[in-house]
Structure formats: structure tokens, C-alpha cells
């Protein structure tokens, strides 16, 4: 049997989370996975006050981290950009010094309101999921990670209990393969 | 010892109920037939211990009259008007289904129609008394069938009233023949008619006027044990009056139920005489097991045995059909038409009420009486029937569990509704939970109901209270109170009754906290805590800081000092305060350093903070000079 040696970091961030048909499907499909640290921004700061020195020793204890969240704005809920703003602080995530984050995986686990073809140059939505997300991309390249393209599950609110069961699936087995990394 | 002393006589009932009861719970036979069968154990026909057992039944009805009493204060209007397609339909239907199929079957036994009609009616209602227990008892009266059953019971109990006013229109035989003229007895027919209803609009009108606010100026005396007595007296009262004019107590009594079901002392009046109910229904059923006349069935066993079976029969398919045509699935069907089979306690009354207004000869009354207590006897047999024929009769997905419904249940639980449980009330009300509010003084009850809100008069450290005023259905118990021992007592009571109970108390201080956290509460918050906080947190901005870094610095002082409560629980007892005040000031130091260190972080611009730039722009610099 494979050895699944590295720990994953799910940063998750959904205000509205009783409402979410499709980012609960993909939390209930990795949460109780060993190795696995599901940790819900909302749920643990519902007082939006990050606790920035608990926050990088949680980094620290992980390999790979996986901003799990839903697109909005072509971004992430408030929470998760208030957390990227004070935990990944200079001199320790990033800066001559700030080596604390350097070779960790970075991915975002992203649910979008558009279909795929929406994310197209002629679609509504212009740009691609890959030019939207160059924000984060460069956020983990600053830090040193390692940065994997993000999985999305497109067109969330209209996804049958089928095909959000197949996202899950596959989100699940992305994770596991994220653990089995060298 | 003389056999006829009250405490010998007492003794004799609670060791029968004792010894019998029990058994008969373990056989899963149910109480009802445990004190069936003790009664006839110590009655003529069997030790006879018990010499008289029709005084015995006269005093013991005072069960039936408290237990319809608490029906009715179950039943507010606004229930009542929700179940009124049940109850009219399913009830009328029954009543009417039976009370015709009974009274043909009696003419076919030829018996004059008057007569016939009589009994038929009277035979057509059941016994409130063992199928409300026996359902409870069987945690069917919540179900589909049991809802079903309470219909149809509390239709009977409102037909009880024109029947009482109808029969002396059906007298066979005259005035004069009538044994022992009493009330209204005495008065023509229509003008007994016209007596029952003026008695129930007496005591509708009484119970609004004079009752409550009788209840609220003994309740603002704080004695507990007054108020249980004018609760007793008042159903007392009831009774004697309704039996002065010749009318059944109980129905007088479930009136008076009614019109205080929605008062605000009704949690409080129904645990209060709860335990009476109880007792004295126990010995109504031990006395009905004695007046089963043995003498007269053996002299004439097939006849008793055939109007028994008769009824039974007649009773159960007319139900089953009345309740397969209202669309109950035949499962439910089942259920509802064995447990209503047989007759009630009201028969009691009523053949004797017509016996004695010449309706029906008094020989047949008797043998009524008697097939009546026999069926009742049976019933509990009949409802464990009930249980297995659907399963053996039907398919198996008909055999599923009813379902629970939910009727009135609240959410949440609040004891106390001052300034404190006021807030903690709105914010869930409006957010859509049912609340059920408790709180000891009756004056804050008054006003409370005064602004349309639900709040009940009642002291929450008490199990039976929390329980009528629905624990077993809530989710949560919030003690709200600001009695810090009274706090500690409910939270003791509800955990012990209620584990399913998710507990959120109100704390005072510090040490009330680990109070409660030593009970075991789910949640607490400081009563002054977040009031404090927050002015701390508008006086900083007073002193000038911006309005979301006085939010941050109050948000961290929170936080801090919520860690450093959790972490000195260890060194708290409540044997020992010098020890965890020394604790306390050897952490003191360290602790107010790290929250310093985590202001000076986070919300001055001392440190490394990301919002604050200064080291990011000093290695720009740095980089820039060295050509980098």
C-alpha cells in the first residue's frame, strides 16, 4: 500500500455554507480522510479576528494547502482574503527572510456560478478560470509554493446530486493524491 | 385493626397497586390492566378487603373528573380550532356510526328503540381514561393512530353534553317511577336541556372572569404550595357545582380546563395536579376491577358474554370503517378501532343518569354497567392486539413507524424572561424557532403575554414543570435567570431528566462559570461581559482610535480573556478560592503580556503587522540601494 505521508490544509471559506449544495459535497468527500485537517474559516472566526499566530502554526504542521471556496467575484469570500492579508505576513511567508511556507503545495478548490464555456474569451465571464486565478498563483509563487491549477466545479447551482456526487469523487482522490506527493 | 380505618383502606390500595401494577408492566400487559387486576384482587369477589366498592367508584371518579380537567387545559382553542376537521368529522362520524349500529343491534335484541337509542349512544363513547394511558404508556399519543384516537375521545367528551340533555326527552317510563330525584332531575325535560347548557356557559364565563385573575394574585404570593391548592380546589368546585345541579363534574371540569388552556398558569396548574391525576385515576381503574359484579355474570353468562362481544365487535368495525372512509391507512385504521372499542367511563354516569330518568329500567343498566367494565377490562389486551394484527395482516412497508407529529413543540426552552432572557427570546423567535418561556414572576408574565409573546408562570428547577412546558421535544434549555444557586439547580434538574438537552446559562461572574462548567453546560456567556466590552470598545474610539481597530482590540481582549477563564478552570474549586486566586495572580503577569504583545500586533503599528508596511518597505529600500 502507498505510504500517504504529507498532511493537506483545507482552508475552507463559505459565508453561506447551509445553503451550498456543491462546496458540501466536497467537504463531506475529504473531511474525515486521515491526514486531512478541514478547517472552516467561517465556522472558527465567525468574528472575522483571524488568529494569525494559530493560523501559521497550522501552515507549518502541513504540506499542502487547498483554499477550498466558492468564485465569487472572480475571487474568495472576505474571510479568505482577510486571512491571506494578516497571516501571510512579510519576513515570514514571503520577503528575503520569509521561508516558512517554501516548497508547500498550493492549490484552490473553487465552485463557479458560470458553465466552463462562460470562462472563455467570447463568453460572458471573458477571461479563463487560469487568468482569474493569477492572483492566488502569484500569492503561492511569492511564498515559494508550489502552485496547481485549481479544481473547479463549474456551474454549481444547476450540477444534478449525480454529477455533484462524481465532483466529489474526483475532488477526494485529487486530495489523496495531493497527500501522496513527493 | 378495623378493616374499614382510612389509612387501612389506604394501605390496602397502594400495596395492590404496588404489587400488581408493576407485574402487569412487565408482562407489557400496561398499568391499566395492573390496577384492573388489583382491583378485583381486593374486591368482594376476590379478598375482599374492600367492602364497598360503588362508595369506592364515587370518590375515585374524582380521577376522571382531574384527568379531564387536564385534557382540557391541554386544549386551547387555538388547537382545538386546528383539529376541528378530526375531530367533528372522524368523532362525529364515529359517534354517530356506532351510537346507530349499537342501537339497531339493540332493537334487534328487542329492546323498545328508546331504550335502544339510549344505550346505543351511550355504549358508542369510550374510555378516555385507559386508552389515554394506555397510548402515553405505549408512546403511541403523539402518532398518526393516536392523534386519531384523541379525536375521537375528545368528540365523545363533547357529546357527553347533548346527550346529557337530550335523554330525559327519551324517558320510557314516568317521572314518578325515578328513584332518587336530584337537580335538575327534578325539572321538566326541556328545562333540564336548557340547565346543562346554562351550567357550561357558567362556567366559561366564571373561569374567564374570575379565575385567572384569582391565579395571578395567588401566584404573586410566591407560595407554592397555595397555589397548588387553589388549583385543587378549583376543579373541586367545579365538581360540586356541576353534581349540585345534577351534571357530570367531569364534564364541568373540562370546561374549566379549556377556558384556562391558554392562560399563562397552565404549565404550572397541570404538573401541580399531575401526580393527583395519577394517583386518583389508579384508583378509579382499582375500583372499577372491584364493581365488576361477578355474581351477576356467572347468573347469566352468556348473555354478558354476547352484549360484550357484541359491542366490541360493533364498535370496532364501525370505527374501522368511520376511519378508512376519513382516509387512514388500514394500519392506522386498526390501531384507532381497537382502542376505542370498548366503552367508557362515561357510561357510568350516563346509565345511571338514565336509570334514574326512567330511560332505561334499572336491570339493564346494570348489565350494561357490567359489560361495559368488562370490555374496559379488556382493552389493554385489545391494544396489544392492535400492535401485532397490522403487522400480521398487512404488507411490510404499511408496517412502518408513525411518525411523530410535531404539535406546538418548542425549540428552544428559555427560564427566565427579564432584560437578560428578553434578548436571547426575540433573536431566535424572530429567527423562526419556537420558544416556550418560563418565569417566576407572575407580574413580568403578564406583561410579556401583554405584548402577545408566549410565557408561562412556572419555577424551571422543577422536573415536571420543564416537562410541560415541553423539555422532552426542545432542543435547547437557555437559563436565563438571575438567581446564580436557581441557575445552578435548573441546569443540575435538566441534565439529570433531560440529557438530550443541549444547556445555555446565563453566568454572573467567574466563578459562576466554573459553577455551571462543573454541571456540565453546553455554552455560557457572563451576564456583563459583552455589554462591558462594547463600551470599553466605544470608549477607545472616544479616545480616538478608528471605529474597526477599537472593534479589533475589544475582539482580542474577548479573546484573550475567554482562554484565560478555560485555561484557570483546572485551579478552580469551590472548597479552595485562595488557590486559584494565588493561580490567578502568578498568571496574571504572563497573561496580560500576551495580549499586549498581540495588540501591539494586530491592531497598533508597532510590528510586523501585513496591513502595516514598514518592514516590506524597508527591505524595497534596502534591495533598491543595493542595486537589487
Given at each position: 500500500m502507498e505510504r500517504l505521508n504529507r498532511k493537506v490544509l483545507i482552508l475552507f471559506a463559505h459565508p453561506a455554507f447551509h445553503r451550498s449544495r456543491a462546496n458540501r459535497a466536497l467537504a463531506e468527500a475529504v473531511r474525515?480522510?486521515?491526514?486531512v485537517t478541514f478547517h472552516d474559516l467561517y465556522e472558527v472566526y465567525p468574528d472575522m479576528l483571524i488568529d494569525v499566530a494559530y493560523e501559521q502554526d497550522l501552515l507549518l504542521q502541513h504540506d499542502a494547502i487547498v483554499a477550498q471556496?466558492?468564485?465569487?467575484?472572480y475571487s474568495a469570500p472576505a474571510l479568505m482574503k482577510e486571512w491571506l492579508d494578516l497571516v501571510l505576513t512579510h519576513g515570514w511567508a514571503?520577503?528575503?527572510?520569509?521561508?516558512?511556507?517554501?516548497g508547500k503545495l498550493w492549490m484552490n478548490a473553487l465552485t463557479a456560478g458560470g458553465r466552463h464555456e462562460s470562462y472563455e474569451d467570447a463568453g460572458y465571464n471573458r477571461f479563463s478560470i487560469e487568468e482569474l486565478t493569477r492572483p492566488f498563483e502569484a500569492t503561492a509563487n511569492l511564498c515559494r509554493m508550489h502552485w496547481r491549477p485549481p479544481f473547479v466545479v463549474h456551474a454549481s447551482h444547476l450540477q444534478t446530486d449525480d454529477a455533484l456526487a462524481d465532483a466529489a469523487r474526483r475532488y477526494r482522490a485529487l486530495v489523496l493524491g495531493l497527500m501522496r506527493e513527493e | 385493626m378495623r378493616q374499614d380505618s382510612f389509612l387501612f383502606q389506604a394501605f390496602v390500595f397502594l400495596a395492590a397497586a404496588i404489587i400488581a401494577v408493576p407485574i402487569a408492566k412487565r408482562l407489557g400487559l400496561g398499568s391499566v390492566l395492573g390496577y384492573l387486576l388489583a382491583g378485583v384482587l381486593i374486591g368482594p369477589f376476590g379478598?375482599?378487603?374492600?367492602?364497598d366498592p360503588d362508595a369506592l367508584m364515587h370518590a375515585s371518579e374524582f380521577g376522571v373528573v382531574i384527568m379531564l380537567f387536564l385534557i382540557g387545559l391541554e386544549l386551547n382553542p387555538a388547537l382545538l380550532w386546528r383539529m376541528r376537521s378530526a375531530i367533528v368529522g372522524l368523532g362525529g362520524a364515529q359517534v354517530l356510526a356506532c351510537g346507530g349500529a349499537l342501537a339497531l343491534a339493540g332493537v334487534a335484541a328487542g329492546l323498545d328503540w328508546r331504550i335502544a337509542v339510549a344505550a346505543g349512544f351511550t355504549l358508542s363513547l369510550s374510555s378516555t381514561a385507559i386508552v389515554m394511558q394506555s397510548l402515553r404508556e405505549r408512546g403511541l399519543a403523539a402518532t398518526d393512530a393516536g392523534r386519531g384516537a384523541f379525536s375521537v375521545l375528545l368528540f365523545q367528551d363533547i357529546a357527553v353534553i347533548p346527550m346529557l340533555a337530550l335523554f330525559?326527552?327519551?324517558?320510557?317510563?314516568?317521572?314518578?317511577?325515578?328513584t332518587h330525584p336530584a337537580g335538575v332531575a327534578m325539572l321538566p325535560a326541556w328545562e333540564q336541556t336548557l340547565a346543562v347548557f346554562a351550567a357550561v356557559a357558567g362556567v366559561v364565563i366564571a373561569g374567564r372572569v374570575l379565575v385567572r385573575p384569582l391565579f395571578r394574585y395567588i401566584a404573586r404570593t410566591n407560595l407554592h404550595e397555595v397555589f397548588t391548592a387553589t388549583a385543587l380546589a378549583l376543579v373541586v368546585g367545579v365538581a360540586l357545582l356541576m353534581q349540585s345541579v345534577g351534571l357530570s363534574p367531569a364534564l364541568g371540569a373540562f370546561v374549566a380546563g379549556v377556558v384556562l388552556?391558554?392562560?399563562?398558569?397552565r404549565h404550572e396548574i397541570e404538573s401541580d395536579i399531575e401526580p393527583f391525576r395519577a394517583l386518583l385515576l389508579g384508583l378509579f381503574f382499582i375500583s372499577v376491577g372491584a364493581g365488576v359484579d361477578f355474581r351477576l355474570i356467572l347468573a347469566q353468562p352468556v348473555l354478558i358474554f354476547a352484549i360484550v362481544a357484541g359491542l366490541i365487535v360493533i364498535k370496532a368495525a364501525a370505527i374501522f370503517g368511520v376511519a378508512r372512509l376519513f382516509g387512514r391507512g388500514p394500519a392506522d385504521a386498526v390501531r384507532i378501532a381497537l382502542a376505542l372499542a370498548q366503552g367508557g367511563e362515561f357510561a357510568f354516569v350516563l346509565f345511571n343518569f338514565a336509570a334514574q330518568g326512567g330511560v332505561i329500567p334499572s336491570e339493564t343498566a346494570a348489565l350494561l354497567v357490567a359489560a361495559v367494565a368488562i370490555s374496559m377490562a379488556v382493552t389493554p389486551l385489545l391494544m396489544i392486539a392492535a400492535e401485532r394484527l397490522p403487522g400480521l395482516l398487512l404488507r411490510s412497508e404499511e408496517r412502518a413507524t408513525p411518525e411523530r407529529i410535531e404539535l406546538e413543540t418548542p425549540d428552544v426552552l428559555i427560564a427566565g424572561y427579564g432584560r437578560f432572557g428578553q434578548i436571547v427570546s426575540r433573536l431566535v423567535a424572530i429567527n423562526g424557532f419556537r420558544t416556550s418561556i418560563l418565569d417566576y414572576n407572575a407580574d413580568q408574565v403578564e406583561l410579556v403575554r401583554g405584548f402577545g409573546n408566549k410565557a408561562n408562570y412556572g419555577d424551571a428547577s422543577r422536573m415536571d414543570l420543564l416537562r410541560v412546558a415541553g423539555a422532552e421535544d426542545a432542543k435547547v434549555l437557555v437559563v436565563a435567570i438571575d438567581d446564580q444557586a436557581k441557575a445552578l439547580e435548573i441546569v443540575e434538574t435538566a441534565r439529570q431528566h433531560f440529557p438530550h438537552l443541549k444547556i445555555l446559562a446565563r453566568a454572573y461572574d467567574r466563578r459562576h462559570v466554573y459553577e455551571l462548567m462543573n454541571r456540565a453546560v453546553d455554552d455560557w456567556e457572563r451576564e456583563t461581559f459583552e455589554g462591558g466590552l462594547r463600551l470599553g470598545a466605544k470608549t477607545l474610539r472616544a479616545l480616538g482610535f478608528r471605529a474597526h481597530q477599537a472593534e479589533r482590540a475589544a475582539g482580542l481582549f474577548r479573546r484573550h480573556d475567554e482562554r484565560q477563564l478555560a485555561e484557570m478552570y483546572p485551579h478552580w474549586s469551590s472548597d479552595n478560592t485562595d488557590a486559584y486566586r494565588l493561580a490567578t495572580v502568578a498568571r496574571q503577569a504572563m497573561i496580560e503580556d500576551a495580549l499586549k504583545r498581540d495588540l501591539a500586533q494586530h491592531v497598533h503599528r508597532t510590528a510586523d503587522d501585513a496591513w502595516d508596511t514598514e518592514s516590506l518597505d524597508a527591505e524595497n529600500a534596502r534591495r533598491v540601494q543595493g542595486g537589487g
Amino acid at each position: 500500500m502507498e505510504r500517504l505521508n504529507r498532511k493537506v490544509l483545507i482552508l475552507f471559506a463559505h459565508p453561506a455554507f447551509h445553503r451550498s449544495r456543491a462546496n458540501r459535497a466536497l467537504a463531506e468527500a475529504v473531511r474525515d480522510l486521515d491526514g486531512v485537517t478541514f478547517h472552516d474559516l467561517y465556522e472558527v472566526y465567525p468574528d472575522m479576528l483571524i488568529d494569525v499566530a494559530y493560523e501559521q502554526d497550522l501552515l507549518l504542521q502541513h504540506d499542502a494547502i487547498v483554499a477550498q471556496h466558492p468564485f465569487y467575484w472572480y475571487s474568495a469570500p472576505a474571510l479568505m482574503k482577510e486571512w491571506l492579508d494578516l497571516v501571510l505576513t512579510h519576513g515570514w511567508a514571503y520577503g528575503q527572510h520569509g521561508r516558512a511556507l517554501e516548497g508547500k503545495l498550493w492549490m484552490n478548490a473553487l465552485t463557479a456560478g458560470g458553465r466552463h464555456e462562460s470562462y472563455e474569451d467570447a463568453g460572458y465571464n471573458r477571461f479563463s478560470i487560469e487568468e482569474l486565478t493569477r492572483p492566488f498563483e502569484a500569492t503561492a509563487n511569492l511564498c515559494r509554493m508550489h502552485w496547481r491549477p485549481p479544481f473547479v466545479v463549474h456551474a454549481s447551482h444547476l450540477q444534478t446530486d449525480d454529477a455533484l456526487a462524481d465532483a466529489a469523487r474526483r475532488y477526494r482522490a485529487l486530495v489523496l493524491g495531493l497527500m501522496r506527493e513527493e | 385493626m378495623r378493616q374499614d380505618s382510612f389509612l387501612f383502606q389506604a394501605f390496602v390500595f397502594l400495596a395492590a397497586a404496588i404489587i400488581a401494577v408493576p407485574i402487569a408492566k412487565r408482562l407489557g400487559l400496561g398499568s391499566v390492566l395492573g390496577y384492573l387486576l388489583a382491583g378485583v384482587l381486593i374486591g368482594p369477589f376476590g379478598l375482599r378487603f374492600l367492602a364497598d366498592p360503588d362508595a369506592l367508584m364515587h370518590a375515585s371518579e374524582f380521577g376522571v373528573v382531574i384527568m379531564l380537567f387536564l385534557i382540557g387545559l391541554e386544549l386551547n382553542p387555538a388547537l382545538l380550532w386546528r383539529m376541528r376537521s378530526a375531530i367533528v368529522g372522524l368523532g362525529g362520524a364515529q359517534v354517530l356510526a356506532c351510537g346507530g349500529a349499537l342501537a339497531l343491534a339493540g332493537v334487534a335484541a328487542g329492546l323498545d328503540w328508546r331504550i335502544a337509542v339510549a344505550a346505543g349512544f351511550t355504549l358508542s363513547l369510550s374510555s378516555t381514561a385507559i386508552v389515554m394511558q394506555s397510548l402515553r404508556e405505549r408512546g403511541l399519543a403523539a402518532t398518526d393512530a393516536g392523534r386519531g384516537a384523541f379525536s375521537v375521545l375528545l368528540f365523545q367528551d363533547i357529546a357527553v353534553i347533548p346527550m346529557l340533555a337530550l335523554f330525559p326527552l327519551l324517558a320510557t317510563a314516568p317521572v314518578a317511577a325515578r328513584t332518587h330525584p336530584a337537580g335538575v332531575a327534578m325539572l321538566p325535560a326541556w328545562e333540564q336541556t336548557l340547565a346543562v347548557f346554562a351550567a357550561v356557559a357558567g362556567v366559561v364565563i366564571a373561569g374567564r372572569v374570575l379565575v385567572r385573575p384569582l391565579f395571578r394574585y395567588i401566584a404573586r404570593t410566591n407560595l407554592h404550595e397555595v397555589f397548588t391548592a387553589t388549583a385543587l380546589a378549583l376543579v373541586v368546585g367545579v365538581a360540586l357545582l356541576m353534581q349540585s345541579v345534577g351534571l357530570s363534574p367531569a364534564l364541568g371540569a373540562f370546561v374549566a380546563g379549556v377556558v384556562l388552556a391558554d392562560s399563562e398558569y397552565r404549565h404550572e396548574i397541570e404538573s401541580d395536579i399531575e401526580p393527583f391525576r395519577a394517583l386518583l385515576l389508579g384508583l378509579f381503574f382499582i375500583s372499577v376491577g372491584a364493581g365488576v359484579d361477578f355474581r351477576l355474570i356467572l347468573a347469566q353468562p352468556v348473555l354478558i358474554f354476547a352484549i360484550v362481544a357484541g359491542l366490541i365487535v360493533i364498535k370496532a368495525a364501525a370505527i374501522f370503517g368511520v376511519a378508512r372512509l376519513f382516509g387512514r391507512g388500514p394500519a392506522d385504521a386498526v390501531r384507532i378501532a381497537l382502542a376505542l372499542a370498548q366503552g367508557g367511563e362515561f357510561a357510568f354516569v350516563l346509565f345511571n343518569f338514565a336509570a334514574q330518568g326512567g330511560v332505561i329500567p334499572s336491570e339493564t343498566a346494570a348489565l350494561l354497567v357490567a359489560a361495559v367494565a368488562i370490555s374496559m377490562a379488556v382493552t389493554p389486551l385489545l391494544m396489544i392486539a392492535a400492535e401485532r394484527l397490522p403487522g400480521l395482516l398487512l404488507r411490510s412497508e404499511e408496517r412502518a413507524t408513525p411518525e411523530r407529529i410535531e404539535l406546538e413543540t418548542p425549540d428552544v426552552l428559555i427560564a427566565g424572561y427579564g432584560r437578560f432572557g428578553q434578548i436571547v427570546s426575540r433573536l431566535v423567535a424572530i429567527n423562526g424557532f419556537r420558544t416556550s418561556i418560563l418565569d417566576y414572576n407572575a407580574d413580568q408574565v403578564e406583561l410579556v403575554r401583554g405584548f402577545g409573546n408566549k410565557a408561562n408562570y412556572g419555577d424551571a428547577s422543577r422536573m415536571d414543570l420543564l416537562r410541560v412546558a415541553g423539555a422532552e421535544d426542545a432542543k435547547v434549555l437557555v437559563v436565563a435567570i438571575d438567581d446564580q444557586a436557581k441557575a445552578l439547580e435548573i441546569v443540575e434538574t435538566a441534565r439529570q431528566h433531560f440529557p438530550h438537552l443541549k444547556i445555555l446559562a446565563r453566568a454572573y461572574d467567574r466563578r459562576h462559570v466554573y459553577e455551571l462548567m462543573n454541571r456540565a453546560v453546553d455554552d455560557w456567556e457572563r451576564e456583563t461581559f459583552e455589554g462591558g466590552l462594547r463600551l470599553g470598545a466605544k470608549t477607545l474610539r472616544a479616545l480616538g482610535f478608528r471605529a474597526h481597530q477599537a472593534e479589533r482590540a475589544a475582539g482580542l481582549f474577548r479573546r484573550h480573556d475567554e482562554r484565560q477563564l478555560a485555561e484557570m478552570y483546572p485551579h478552580w474549586s469551590s472548597d479552595n478560592t485562595d488557590a486559584y486566586r494565588l493561580a490567578t495572580v502568578a498568571r496574571q503577569a504572563m497573561i496580560e503580556d500576551a495580549l499586549k504583545r498581540d495588540l501591539a500586533q494586530h491592531v497598533h503599528r508597532t510590528a510586523d503587522d501585513a496591513w502595516d508596511t514598514e518592514s516590506l518597505d524597508a527591505e524595497n529600500a534596502r534591495r533598491v540601494q543595493g542595486g537589487g
